[in-house]
Each structure stands twice: as C-alpha cells, then as structure tokens.
C-alpha cells in the first residue's frame, strides 16, 4: 500500500519526501515512544479485511502511485487533503480499511501515550505528539477531555508549500 507514496515521491519535480526521510527522532529531545502498529498486529487486523477489498487495495495502491509518478502536479496532490477529508468521503466500501489504517492505529496511539502518562513518577506533564494529522484529533480529544491537558502550543510541518 505504502507504493501509493513512495512511487511519487521517485519524481524529482514533485520534490516530496518521505516522512522518514523529513523527520529524524533523534532531531528531537526527550523521551520517544513508537506509537504505531506493529506489523504482526498490523497484518492481523488487515486478514479481517474482506479478501476482496485487500486484492482491489494491494492492485490498485501501486497503479494510483505510478498514476500519481506520471500525472500529478504538486497542486493536485494538495488539492483537499485537509485533516478531516477523509471523514466527509468515507463510504461503506472504505470503512473497514479506515478501521485498520486510521482507527486502530489512532488506538495503538492512544494506549501507548496513556500507559507513558501513568508510568510518569516525576511530575513532567509536557507532551509533545509527532504523527501524521489525520490523527490528531483523536489524541488530542483524549489528552484533553481524560487527562486534563490543555493545548498551548501546535505546529504543522507543512507537506507541500507553493
């Protein structure tokens, strides 16, 4: 699934990167927590994806990326990606694979960022969440409404400037 970024991001003129390649944990001070899926928790989640939906995905993935390598403008990549894009278009046919990209992962989140919070002994309440942004609002609901946080500070990398 992932070729549906890498592909485009070959093509020097789009000048993308990679996120793993933009941003370095150890750019970053203070304590680094691996927020996300494992890949054997991944691929049990995604074996309960119909069989149809998994083979369309694993097809079609890989040609919007080569699609995307060989039509798309920086302007059309940025066009309506907004954070809650995806919630407006959802269908029935996209549900469970949401389920498996976005819900779970923003869980698997939310359970390590609370299990750190409880392991905290020296009073250290600053919090600072590097993810992609689609997530955001659901770490930030829990941090805020569970735990009492307010937000002081929020920065955006921005993926694509003019």
């Known amino acids: 699934m992932s070729l549906a970024y890498r592909i485009p991001a070959k093509r020097k003129s789009l000048r993308l990167v990679l996120q793993s390649d933009a941003l370095r944990r150890s750019d970053f001070r203070g304590v ?10 991944f691929a049990l989640s995604w074996a309960e994806i119909p069989l149809i939906q998994r083979a369309a995905l694993s097809i079609l993935a890989p040609l919007y990326g080569v699609a995307l390598y060989l039509f798309a ?17 959802a269908s029935d046919d996209v549900l469970e694979i949401r389920k498996v990209i976005a819900d779970e992962r923003d869980l698997r989140l939310i359970e390590r960022v609370e299990s750190y919070l409880a ?44």
Do not use: C, N
């Open 32 to 41: 680094s927590i691996h927020g996300d899926m494992d890949s054997r928790s």
């Open 73 to 89: 403008s920086r302007e059309y990549l940025s066009r309506g990606h907004t954070v809650d894009s995806l919630s407006d278009r």
């Open 119 to 162: 392991e905290r002994r020296d009073g250290q309440r600053k919090v600072a969440i590097l993810f992609g942004g689609a997530h955001m609002p659901a770490i930030a609901e829990v941090l805020t409404s569970r735990h009492g946080y307010r937000v002081i500070h929020s920065e955006w990398l921005t993926a694509i400037a003019a």
